[in-house]
């Protein structure tokens, strides 16, 4: 079993930074690709960046140019580096796999964009 363990989430106002982190309980060498997803109330969970081993990157459409994900294999971390937030941002953000099988969710972290 691999387990993810997200930190970093917290209140910012529009236009604020934060950074999460996603330690993972394996080598993030065994995966093809990690990701960070989100979930807001009452939509369906979405993947927000994708990092491959490559260090290849993608991401949403609609965080583009404000987001970067990055990745520490030595510490067997994932980084979400979030700049410019809006409300929109507003969610439970998780990481994961992102390519092949997917391993039990995490606790995730609340992200909330405020005045």
């Known amino acids: 079993q691999v387990q993810f363990v997200e930190s970093g989430g917290g209140l910012v106002q529009p236009g604020g930074s934060l950074r999460l982190s996603c330690t993972v309980s394996?080598?993030?060498?065994?995966?093809?690709?990690m990701g960070w997803y989100r979930q807001a109330p009452g939509k369906e969970r979405e993947l927000v960046a994708r990092?491959?081993?490559?260090?290849?990157?993608t991401y949403l459409d609609s965080v583009k140019g404000r987001f970067t994900i990055s990745r520490d294999s030595v510490k067997n971390t994932v980084y979400l580096q979030m700049n410019s937030l809006k409300p929109e941002d507003t969610a439970f953000y998780f990481c994961?796999?992102?390519?092949?099988?997917?391993?039990?969710w995490g606790q995730g972290t609340q992200v909330t964009v405020s005045s």
């Open positions: 990092i491959t081993t490559g260090r290849t990157t």
């Open positions: 394996r080598s993030i060498y065994n995966f093809d690709a």
């Open positions: 994961n796999t992102a390519a092949g099988i997917q391993y039990a």
